[in-house]
């Protein structure tokens, strides 16, 4: 019986451990993929305003 009592306690911190891994895998993840969202959306935002910065140097020159 106390075999299968320390058996399960073990179970339950190993899952304990492997619920923080997750949560710092989640936290990796959505903190990159936030990051790549951002640099995304900058260059979204910023490629119109080069090719109009372009335009306007084709045309003054």
Do not use: H, W, Y
Not at 29 to 51: D, H, K, M
């Amino acid at each position: 019986m106390a075999f299968i009592a320390s058996g399960e306690s073990g179970t339950a911190k190993l899952d304990a451990s492997s619920r923080v891994m997750l949560v710092k895998l989640l936290l990796t993840s959505a903190i990159v993929f936030s990051s790549l969202n951002i640099q995304v959306s900058i260059e979204i935002t910023l490629r119109p305003v080069g090719l109009v910065l372009q335009q306007t140097v084709f045309q003054t020159v």
